[in-house]
């Protein structure tokens, strides 16, 4: 069997602010029918936008625990204000399901109860990781932009520690986090009277440069990448490495079928050609990246190399 | 240096990318340097910028007989299995006698605070620590004395934390203002290959270049990327990605999706910040002239001695050093910045 085959598969927070009747129907279609084994849930870009599906939140957990999926609670990346710092307290004085924590914020509220590192707390490094250990960090998803050689590196010191390793393998690459939300600036509005403009990018707003390359993608108080990341050839080399979950972000396409193509690459039921193919196919229009993984810019796609090729 | 050198209000902080530079900053009134090595370890690993451990010991000889103090930036992100470099830059730095390390990650931190007991810690904005809790774990478990603060705080807000933390507070004041919140950025390993994180590199010039369309007008590019066009007879500026010009679905005409091209300048607010409990003021722009170096510090050098004094400063001066340019007080005047 494929080392790829043992890792899990995971659905990150949805960073857009998907309208609660979409976010409902998304949830129950994973439920019953992604081949996903976790899925973390909460809101993580901006705090304006929790009130509207707070209080979904139980049902949605309990609906996709009862599917068998290992739910976690995602704190927010970017904790200033009290609302934000009310929040994450919140989030880190849960004693059910598992959280995952992204601003030193819920570090310090949670203290050394278990919790999961999530990717913008910049665990970077063996040295960083094993003191997160050792403040009760059981799982830790690497920093997107981190390279091959040091996701081999800090797999390897995690699972020495039994902590588990994540890594991004699909989605938009979170790039920066800002105090400004640019959803609002770009309709000449500011964050506290954003009149929730980003719900109308359920995908995020396409940013292009001047002369037309499409580059960037805006979402509220965050900007991420116009292609999505796919490390599909990459994942078992990823296995390798003593990665153990491999994270799908939610974009606005069919995130079943993605889960089934990962799904089927990990258990060496598609090749990565085949892979590609059907991710084109499910994801129109999109580009695919793996740039950061090979150590190049982020938006460069190095074409995979079958065995023996040089 | 005691704890008590670090304990008077309004302390100047001021950028030295190179020896002569730090020289320059010191006898231009500065309280303290701060300073890099030449490599990956800081945030502004340029070319033909920072100090060899040579360099920076003779440089703290320096300042130190002057008075001054010198602050060791070591606040990058170290990638899994680089982590000796930085560890060899603390030690390098403790050889050399610097009064703090200014740092980001927490298994650097940790490993200065068990490896070096003796030595001082700041936390770097890079560490981007913007809540009183957030705050207090860098001070709880690696006994930091003082924490830079993004830049994305009103005066109000920083004075409610200040009440809220065990340590000091520095804040920028003057210098480039980046939009992003800082260690958490990776646009320009996005388009370059160079991370800012792991790298201490933003935007390199060595994927710059300037493109002259047929028109005349001339395109700012950085990795083969239009970050901004200018018009024939406007002067082009330098491919900063998060001040750059796009076009978005409804802003067809291209505009500053994050930030215009402005400069910080928070002199009006000096009084104000000082009355807020903010003990030190950091001066962006490791990688200026000499010349900027000696006017902008020997500016604010008169200023705070001015409102320690009680006296109203010559606000005037400073306000004039970015005359020409545009100029923010960003977040610290109002939230609608945001």
Redesign the interface.
């Known amino acids: 069997m494929a080392v790829s085959a043992m890792m899990k598969l995971t659905l990150g927070p949805i960073a857009y602010h998907w309208p609660a009747g979409m976010r409902r129907d998304f949830y129950a279609r994973i439920a019953d029918e992604a081949p996903i084994d976790e899925v973390y849930l909460g809101e993580v870009i901006c705090s304006k936008r929790a009130p509207f599906h707070d209080s979904d939140l139980p049902a949605t957990i309990e609906r996709l625990e009862r599917a068998g999926k290992r739910v976690i609670v995602s704190t927010l990346?970017?904790?200033?204000l009290r609302r934000?710092?009310k929040a994450?307290?919140a989030i880190a004085a849960m004693e059910t399901p598992e959280i995952e924590v992204n601003?030193?914020?819920?570090?310090?509220?949670r203290g050394q109860r278990p919790h999961r590192i999530g990717p913008?707390m910049?665990a970077?490094?063996?040295?960083?990781?094993?003191?997160?250990a050792g403040?009760g960090a059981t799982h830790v998803c690497l920093?997107?932009?981190?390279?091959g050689?040091?996701?081999?590196?800090?797999a390897q010191?995690a699972r020495t520690l039994d902590l588990g390793v994540e890594v991004q393998v699909f989605g938009r690459?979170?790039?920066?986090?800002?105090?400004?939300?640019?959803h609002a600036?770009?309709?000449g509005r500011?964050?506290?009277n954003c009149l929730f403009v980003c719900e109308d990018d359920p995908d995020g707003?396409?940013?292009?440069?001047?002369?037309?390359?499409a580059?960037?993608r805006?979402n509220g108080i965050q900007?991420q990448?116009e292609s999505y990341v796919a490390l599909s050839s990459e994942l078992p080399e990823l296995g390798a490495m003593g990665v153990t979950h491999a994270r799908l972000m939610p974009q606005d396409v069919d995130m079943v079928k993605v889960a089934e193509i990962f799904d089927a690459l990990r258990c060496e039921q598609a090749t990565p050609q085949q892979a590609e193919a059907k991710l084109a196919a499910t994801c129109k229009g999109a580009g695919f990246s793996n740039?950061?993984f090979h150590?190049?810019?982020?938006?460069?796609r190095i074409a995979h190399r079958a065995a023996g090729e040089h | 240096m005691t704890e008590s050198d670090f304990s008077q209000a309004g302390e100047l902080v001021c950028p030295a990318g190179t020896p002569a530079a730090l020289r320059t900053a010191v006898d231009a009134g500065a309280d303290s340097v701060y300073c890099g090595f030449r490599n990956a370890t800081n945030a502004r690993n340029f070319p033909g910028l920072n100090f060899s451990p040579d360099e920076l010991a003779s440089s703290v000889s320096y300042a130190h007989r002057r008075g001054a103090k010198v602050l060791l930036a070591l606040n990058t992100y170290p990638p899994a299995g680089q982590t000796e470099l930085w560890r060899q830059a603390a030690a390098q730095g403790v050889a050399a006698g610097v009064d703090a390390f200014i740092v980001a990650d927490m298994g650097v931190a940790q490993h200065i605070a068990e490896t070096h007991p003796q030595a001082r810690l700041h936390l770097s904005v890079q560490a981007a620590a913007s809540s009183p809790e957030a705050i207090r774990y860098y001070c709880d478990h690696f006994g930091v004395k003082r924490v830079v603060l993004p830049r994305i705080l009103t005066i109000p807000e920083i004075r409610q934390i200040r009440t809220e933390i065990p340590c000091e507070i520095e804040t920028f004041i003057f210098g480039n203002h980046g939009l992003m919140v800082e260690g958490r950025c990776s646009l320009t390993n996005w388009l370059t290959g160079q991370s800012t994180n792991m790298d201490g590199v933003c935007s390199p010039a060595a994927q710059v270049s300037y493109e002259r369309d047929a028109d005349g007008s001339m395109r700012s590019c950085l990795g083969g990327f239009t970050i901004d066009s200018f018009a024939s007879d406007e002067t082009a500026g330098y491919p900063t990605i998060c001040k750059g010009r796009y076009v978005a679905p409804h802003r067809a005409e291209g505009y500053y999706a994050f930030e215009e091209p402005v400069s910080l300048n928070l002199a009006r607010l000096l009084p104000e910040l000082m009355d807020a409990g903010v003990h030190a003021f950091k001066i962006e722009g490791r990688q200026r002239s000499k010349s900027y170096v000696r006017q902008v510090v020997s500016s604010f050098r008169r200023a705070v001695d001015a409102i320690r004094a009680g006296e109203d400063p010559a606000l005037a001066d400073l306000v004039a050093l970015t005359e020409g340019q545009k100029q923010t007080q960003g977040a610290f005047e109002t939230k609608k910045w945001r």
């Not at chain 1, 601003?103 to 509220?109: D, R, V, Y």
């Not at chain 1, 970077?124 to 997160?132: K, L, S």
């Not at chain 1, 690459?173 to 640019?182: I, P, T």
């Open positions: 990346a970017e904790v200033m934000e710092r994450t307290e601003n030193a914020a819920g570090l310090w509220s913008f910049n970077y490094n063996e040295a960083t990781i094993a003191w997160m403040q920093p997107p932009e981190l390279p050689p040091a996701i081999a590196v800090a010191s690459a979170s790039l920066a986090v800002s105090a400004r939300c640019y600036r770009a309709h500011t964050r506290d707003m396409p940013l292009s440069t001047r002369d037309g390359a580059l960037l805006v900007t990448s740039g950061f150590g190049v810019a982020g938006y460069r």
